[in-house]
């Protein structure tokens, strides 16, 4: 195994870092984008167990 300085293990964790916040910003993208689409769409149902709701014809 080979041994890694102290130097390049905070660049390794830096990059780890990043990586996890470009997923975590993803994530919420996706998330704000499907809840924007749901509440502008003219009709639509939404299924959480013990909540129905349903809007439009």
């Known amino acids: ?3 890694l300085s102290h130097q390049q293990l905070s660049r ?3 990059k780890v ?3 996890s916040a470009l997923l975590g910003y993803l994530a919420i993208a996706a998330g704000a984008a499907a809840i924007i689409k ?3 769409s003219s009709k639509g149902r939404v299924s959480i167990p013990g909540i129905n709701i ?3 014809n």
Do not use: E, P
């Open 12 to 14: 390794m964790y830096g």
């Open 54 to 56: 349903t809007w439009g």
């Open 1 to 3: 195994m080979i041994q």
């Open 17 to 19: 870092v990043t990586t």
């Open 38 to 40: 749901i509440l502008t």
